[in-house]
């Protein structure tokens, strides 16, 4: 008696055991019937990719490997009943990749879809000449032998085609040397940061995210995307069916709509300091600071000491230092209604997510009324649709990371369809 597994392809690309596509060849093997499980381990062996297996039946089997397919099995001929067979778990390895520290992640991923976290490292950029060498030493430290079905990176630097030469640092991350070095890695993909916080937000936890307004959210709509940190990050979220796309912008580099007598102040300052009103540099840590030295000359208290982002939230939040309160205000005006009109142009039903390394930090003064009334824009003509918008605030430091793991997983699915 033979038996013989059919199998379906769980990604696509490239397989291990061959250098180059059209090094595949066509065989035909046969194995008799010993177990299940012992099958399942020589067909694991034998096809040197993640496969899953749906059946085992006892029958003859052709092995056809195809370019850049992996391997199909055929039946021959048929002479026995089937037996269940339990699929092997996938791998995938996702990274959060900045100008300090590479985090790096190995997941199992199981048929039913569940995900268990095996290994994290996180390693100094300053260590490796190349972001190859710093994964090659992750993948090395945890004991990776077989095939990784999907990679996904988040990467600190605009990326293009799957390629992004990072700004603080001379590392360049592209898919082609990824899988070109990594003949284990099937498929690659490499994504800005902030286009990777995009795909985190939905997915993160409930106990991570502060609600603002608490509206029914209506899952088929768009979201969006808003984070101040070093820079300010705008990005738009589609949903369709259990898979969601994210849409980078620079919508962060668009000038600054001012509201009000101080804030048309402000404009009037940056134009003669920096020469433009960019959004960015009203919100974000550097647009801190601009804000705080703004306030100093338009509330003339040019004594005050200069002051880096960080010094300026502390002092602000603790009430040390009036102005850098009100530096902190201001802020928080800015993003909420930046948040309400990105809403507006997406009809963000879907949610409006505030991200960013800077929300988590000063989140105790989110939770007192401004950036909610900023957002609401109560008493104007479109007020009431902008209150049927979600607001949250995403608390999650790590939701690149995450964003990077549920871009694999939803990659890993659409090359098994």
């Given at each position: 008696m033979s038996v013989a597994v059919t199998y379906s392809s769980v990604s696509s690309s490239r397989c291990s055991g061959c250098a180059t596509p059209s090094s595949h060849r066509r065989s035909t093997v046969t194995y008799s019937a010993t177990s299940a499980a012992s099958h399942q381990a020589k067909f694991q062996t034998l096809y040197h990719r993640q496969l899953q297996p749906t059946r085992i039946s006892s029958f003859q089997l052709k092995a056809i490997r195809q370019p850049r397919r992996g391997y199909r099995v055929q039946k021959i001929r048929s002479t026995a009943k089937t037996v269940a067979l339990a699929p092997p778990e996938q791998q995938i390895v996702i990274g959060d990749i900045g100008g300090t520290n590479a985090r790096f992640?190995?997941?199992?991923?199981?048929?039913?879809?569940?995900?268990?976290?095996?290994?994290?490292?996180?390693?100094?950029?300053?260590?490796?000449?190349?972001?190859?060498?710093a994964l090659d030493e992750f993948l090395q430290t945890a004991g990776v032998t077989g095939d990784i079905a999907v990679a996904a990176f988040a990467v600190a630097g605009p990326c293009q085609n799957n390629r992004c030469e990072m700004t603080n640092i001379s590392w360049i991350v592209d898919k082609v040397l990824i899988e070109d070095k990594f003949s284990n890695i099937c498929d690659a993909s490499v994504l800005n940061d902030f286009e990777a916080v995009g795909y985190g937000c939905p997915a993160v936890s409930e106990d991570k995210l502060l609600v603002l307004n608490d509206v029914p959210r209506q899952t088929t709509s768009p979201s969006v995307c808003i984070g101040p940190g070093t820079g300010l990050g705008e990005a738009l979220i589609t949903y369709q069916g259990d898979n969601f796309k994210v849409w980078p912008s620079e919508g962060g580099h668009v000038g600054l709509a001012p509201r009000g007598e101080v804030q048309r102040a402000l404009v009037e300052y940056m134009e003669r300091t920096l020469g433009e009103i960019e959004l960015e540099f009203c919100c974000s840590g550097q647009g801190l600071q601009t804000l705080y030295s703004f306030l100093r000359e338009y509330r003339n208290k040019p004594d005050l000491p200069d002051l880096e982002p960080k010094d300026i939230s502390i002092k602000g939040m603790s009430g040390e230092c009036p102005l850098c309160d009100e530096a902190?205000?201001?802020?928080?005006?800015?993003?909420?209604?930046?948040?309400s009109n990105f809403g507006l142009k997406a009809l963000a039903f879907g949610g409006v997510y505030i991200a960013g390394g800077i929300p988590p930090k000063i989140k105790s003064k989110l939770e007192q009324g401004g950036l909610l009334t900023a957002f609401l824009q109560k008493g104007t003509r479109f007020g009431p649709l902008r209150a049927k918008m979600p607001l949250y605030v995403v608390l999650d430091e790590m939701v690149g990371l995450l964003g990077a793991r549920e871009y694999a997983l939803q990659h890993m699915r659409q090359l098994a369809a």
């Open positions: 992640q190995l997941w199992d991923v199981s048929a039913d879809g569940s995900t268990n976290q095996v290994f994290e490292k996180i390693l100094p950029t300053s260590g490796y000449e190349t972001f190859e060498a902190l205000n201001l802020f928080i005006d800015i993003l909420g209604y930046e948040a």
